[in-house]
Each structure stands twice: as structure tokens, then as C-alpha cells.
């Protein structure tokens, strides 16, 4: 069993950066690929970003693409999702998953263990 634990939402303002911590338990993460979504009031959790258990691959939403990094240190066991140039949009509860292979990494149901979210709150 693995237990994941987020960190690092906040409220910030358009244009500022944030970091958000996924620290694991229970299992070490480097035998999983770890991805983070979001999922803001009335809409659907959507994919955010990815990246496989030796971080050699990463994946990226199209509307975060340039702006957010995704990162990890297993030696740590945590996952970063570096946020750069936040707008109002990104605002919404941010989830971090893992998942034990590295295929279908933006697919929500593909992903077999959560945490309970860390809110990002973006202020015009």
C-alpha cells in the first residue's frame, strides 16, 4: 500500500510560482511512475503532468505545457510539481497519483493509489 501525501497549495497571485510536494509512505515511490492532476469546482479531475519512476520521461497538459515542471527525488521519496506563471485557470485542488507502469501516464483510471489533494487558489 502506498500513501501519498501533498503539500505546497496555497493562495497565490496571475504571474506568481508555487511548488507542490507528494510525499510517499508505506512503499518507496521509485517503483512507481507518479503523476499530479487537478481538478478545479464543477469540472472533471484532468491530467496535469507525469513522469516515469527513474524520471527519465515526463508528460504535460497542453495548457501547462512550459509553464509547470514535474520532478522527483526518490532518494526523498517525493514528487514535485513546479508551478511558473500561474493563471486564475489553474486554480483548483491538486492531486498526486502513482501508478506501477509507466504506460498510459495521463489516464486518470490508470492510476492505482491517491492523496487527498492540496488546494492552489490563483487571485487576479
Known amino acids: 500500500q502506498v500513501q501519498l501525501i501533498e503539500s505546497g497549495g496555497g493562495l497565490v497571485q496571475a504571474g506568481d510560482s508555487l511548488r507542490l510536494s507528494c510525499a510517499g509512505s508505506?512503499?518507496?515511490?521509485?517503483?512507481?511512475?507518479m503523476g499530479w492532476f487537478r481538478q478545479a469546482p464543477g469540472k472533471e479531475r484532468e491530467f496535469v503532468a507525469a513522469?516515469?519512476?527513474?524520471?527519465?520521461?515526463?508528460v504535460y497538459a497542453d495548457s501547462v505545457k512550459g509553464r509547470f515542471t514535474i520532478s522527483r527525488d526518490n532518494a526523498k521519496n517525493t514528487v514535485y510539481l513546479h508551478m511558473n506563471v500561474l493563471k486564475l485557470e489553474d486554480a483548483a485542488v491538486y492531486y498526486c497519483?502513482?501508478?506501477?507502469?509507466?504506460?498510459?501516464?495521463?489516464?486518470?483510471?490508470?492510476?492505482?493509489?491517491w492523496g487527498q489533494g492540496t488546494q492552489v487558489t490563483v487571485s487576479s
Open positions: 508505506g512503499r518507496t515511490l521509485r517503483n512507481y511512475a
Open positions: 497519483a502513482a501508478k506501477r507502469t509507466s504506460t498510459s501516464l495521463s489516464v486518470i483510471k490508470e492510476y492505482d493509489y
Open positions: 513522469i516515469t519512476w527513474g524520471g527519465a520521461t515526463t
